[in-house]
């Protein structure tokens, strides 16, 4: 299956730089895979769409402000991305800028504030860094301190921007788990939903079952091959506690709402492996815990979801193949409807990515 099939044109002005006025203000595409057609409408108006007793799955990590400062033995500047940790809670995968001169000095650090020994290089060339921070406390506290939150390089941000403060706020959904700081990017399908509108939508009788991924930098890894079959899929460690997953295995229960593509990856996920290996993955307490080498594309068919929540998404992004196996599962024709849909979306001044519109498909 050719990469250009999941290619389009997007105007740069659709990107959007900032979130919208209130969480639930962004609009909203509902599609209907039956009738096959869609809908405009408001993201707080999306109760009037759902099925009955909807049962929605989210993603609950919060994003980690991994972006750190600091300056090598001759005094150049060091920018350190905070990855994830090892078995050493001290000890994590890092992307250094300059990777090389960081690395072959051996050590970086913020004078008051904390030492790092570069250990080694990865495969992917990331690195594997030891801190030593002079205060008693961990990573996460450190860069929750002194760290800045990595928005997608699509986000136009200097250093200092006085928007950063909002950023703070709105790259976070309401219900993140702050004890759970182990993403690089958010669960940006999640951004919409205020505690009114989920106070609300609990009221008329949905469910909101959380799950945990560890949302990785590769996320925004483009597809870079010809065929998109040949993609050497990312990977992100998950959880998905007991309580959710039996929920997930109860369809006659209600319809199963994935709140973003992150959510979708983890279940799908996870239901793969109980299939076939369900000793591999499940803990003394019952949850399902792996790290999610999962690729869907079309013609992949799901296993536990019957509808998402997601946002528009870049060209030539896995995001966008698993969008389209969704609109059509176990078929190829959920490609051209993505592409028309999008055009629509387009024609229409959605505003895209992260800080962009939503689309509910069911």
Not at 7 to 14: F, G, K, N, S, T
Not at 345 to 355: C, E, G, L, P, V
């Amino acid at each position: 299956m050719n990469l250009s099939l999941f290619d389009y044109h997007l105007p740069a002005e659709l990107i959007a730089q900032e979130p919208t006025a209130a969480r639930d203000a962004s609009r909203l595409m509902v599609v209907d895979r039956k009738t096959r057609s869609f809908t405009h409408a408001q993201f707080s108006e999306i109760g009037q769409y759902l099925p009955a007793r909807p049962r929605f799955f989210r993603n609950n990590a919060a994003v980690l402000k991994a972006r750190l400062f600091g300056q090598r033995p001759t005094g150049g500047k060091v920018e350190c991305l905070l990855l994830q940790p090892t078995e050493d809670a001290l000890t994590w995968w890092c992307l250094l800028k300059p990777g090389k001169k960081t690395f072959n000095a051996g050590t970086f650090g913020h004078p008051g504030e904390y030492q790092a020994e570069v250990l080694g290089v990865g495969s992917n060339g990331n690195y594997r860094v030891r801190f030593h921070p002079e205060r008693n406390e961990s990573i996460t506290d450190l860069s929750e301190r002194l760290g800045i939150l990595p928005l997608p390089p699509y986000i136009e941000r200097t250093d200092d921007d006085p928007r950063r403060d909002n950023d703070n706020k709105r790259y976070q959904t309401v219900y993140a788990d702050f004890d759970k700081r182990i993403a690089v990017a958010a669960p940006t399908a999640g951004l919409h939903f205020t505690t009114e509108l989920i106070t609300e939508l609990e009221n008329g009788g949905a469910h909101f079952h959380d799950l945990t991924l560890q949302v990785g930098i590769g996320t925004f890894h483009p597809i870079q091959v010809e065929n998109i079959e040949d993609h050497n899929i990312h990977r992100e460690w998950y959880e998905i506690p007991a309580s959710t997953f039996a929920e997930l295995k109860k369809p006659e229960a209600g319809a199963r709402i994935a709140v973003g593509t992150t959510s979708v990856r983890s279940i799908e996920d996870a239901m793969r492996r109980r299939q076939f290996s369900p000793e591999v993955c499940t803990t003394p307490s019952g949850s399902v815990q792996a790290e999610a080498d999962i690729y869907i594309h079309p013609p992949n068919k799901f296993a536990a979801i019957d509808g998402m929540i997601t946002n528009f998404h870049l060209p030539k992004s896995t995001l966008l193949c698993l969008v389209a196996a969704f609109l059509a599962p176990g078929s190829e024709e959920g490609i051209d409807w993505l592409k028309q849909l999008y055009a629509e979306a387009i024609d229409q001044k959605y505003r895209f990515y992260s800080y962009g519109d939503a689309m509910l498909i069911l």
